[in-house]
């Protein structure tokens, strides 16, 4: 039952991806050049809602905590998050997104995933001697949150975990209302 839950909620992930615009290439550079910036309203006001959702959920009783799994936070993350955002710029495509254009049927798509399957063979075979060295030393602690969990710790614990995702959340949405469709050339 898991895995036929996983791949009708990976298959509704890929619809919606599709249906604003993230499987095309073009439309994730505009994006990312600032020119076109439907994309990112979209996925401003998608961040905004779901964190509202997930905090409310959890201080709600909704949605356990224990489910959650909070990576740690170390000096490869933010390498890794930087070789990332390049790829994306480079290619338009980001990891979800590239296996739904490949679901397409996009031939650029097939070189992106092929390519980001070759980066995680190469990552396996190097994990061994990269594994002791800085790039694994934990920033803030390692596995932390913004706000409200009891399970990991938290960079703010003296506010209302539901008033700092209601803060932030609105921002978001805010951003994402604010921003213009397309940046006049």
Same mark, same amino acid.
């Given at each position: 039952m898991t895995i036929l839950l996983a791949v009708v909620l990976g298959a509704l992930f890929g619809f919606v991806l599709q249906r604003v615009g993230a499987t095309d290439s073009k439309v !994730? =550079? #505009?994006?990312?050049? %600032? *020119?076109? %910036? =439907? %994309? /990112? *309203?979209? !996925?401003?006001f /998608? !961040? #905004?809602? +779901? +964190? @509202? /959702? %997930? @905090?409310s959920g959890m201080q709600l009783g909704l949605i356990d905590a224990g489910h959650m799994s909070v990576k740690s936070a170390y000096y490869g993350v933010l390498i890794g998050g930087l070789l990332l955002g390049l790829g994306w710029a480079i290619a338009g495509y980001c990891p979800g997104t590239g296996v739904a254009a490949l679901g397409e049927g996009k031939r650029d798509a097939v070189v992106y995933v092929l390519g980001g399957l070759f980066g995680a063979l190469i990552y396996t075979l190097v994990y061994e001697k990269i594994a002791d060295t800085w790039l694994f030393e934990k920033i803030a602690g390692g596995k932390v949150t913004l706000a409200g969990s009891e399970k990991y710790a938290s960079l703010i614990s003296d506010i209302s975990p539901i008033l700092i995702a209601g803060v932030f959340a609105a921002a978001f949405v805010v951003l994402a209302a604010l921003l213009p469709r397309r940046v006049a050339a």
């Open positions: !994730i =550079r #505009g994006m990312l050049t %600032l *020119k076109d %910036l =439907r %994309l /990112a *309203k979209t !996925i401003l /998608a !961040i #905004g809602v +779901s +964190s @509202f /959702a %997930l @905090f």
